[in-house]
């Protein structure tokens, strides 16, 4: 009898415990980014936004191929319908996990430099991280500090100098010839 007193406890703790997490924290979340003036999608527990980017999704495949210069409606449909709907900044949720799109740039360059180390990086699939590998973007940490330093130094002003000057002067001196 005692055994199953705390069996029906535990289970009564893991319950509170899923409740917190798929539901009272995004909302909080939510109630918190609407208070900053921030919308977005509405959040539905456990599966998020994610029925409605493949709707999306499905929608923007099934029209015609469309072939220009703005592709951003096309490669990422739902960021680019959210944002027309709900302006440069707005909240979207993948699963329980809140995700802020942003289009403004002074805020974009607050993120990118992340010096406070507050924005976290998005995680990539295994296949993206196949494609992309260990690239600077996706470094966090010492590792993107050394990738860093050694990418300042291959762009300093003067290794670039040095590194055009001699394809300028051959290719004035092609189109020079070609007279």
């Known amino acids: 009898m005692h055994l199953l007193a705390v069996g029906l406890f ?3 703790i893991l319950i509170l415990k899923l409740i917190h ?3 009272l924290v ?8 609407k208070k900053q003036g921030i919308s977005g999608t509405a959040y539905r527990p456990v599966f998020g936004n994610t029925a409605e980017i493949r709707h999306i999704y499905a929608e923007v495949q099934s029209k015609s191929n469309y ?11 739902y960021y680019h319908r959210w944002s027309f709907d709900y302006g440069k900044t707005f909240l979207w949720w993948f699963g329980s996990i809140p995700n802020l799109g942003i289009a403004e740039p002074e805020l974009i360059k607050e993120v990118l430099m992340n010096s406070t180390g507050c924005y976290r990086k998005v995680g990539l699939d295994p296949l993206s991280k196949q494609l992309f590998g260990d690239s600077i973007v996706f470094l966090e940490g010492e590792k993107w500090a050394l990738h860093r ?3 300042n130094q291959a762009f300093n002003m003067e290794r670039v100098k040095v590194i055009f000057e001699p394809g300028c002067l051959i290719t004035v001196s ?3 010839s070609e007279k």
């Open 67 to 77: 072939f220009g210069h703005d592709v951003v409606h096309r490669l990422d449909p």
């Open 149 to 151: 330093r050694i990418g």
């Open 174 to 176: 092609v189109f020079s």
């Open 21 to 23: 997490k798929i539901i």
């Open 10 to 12: 535990i289970i009564f």
């Open 26 to 33: 995004p909302w909080r979340i939510q109630r918190h980014f």
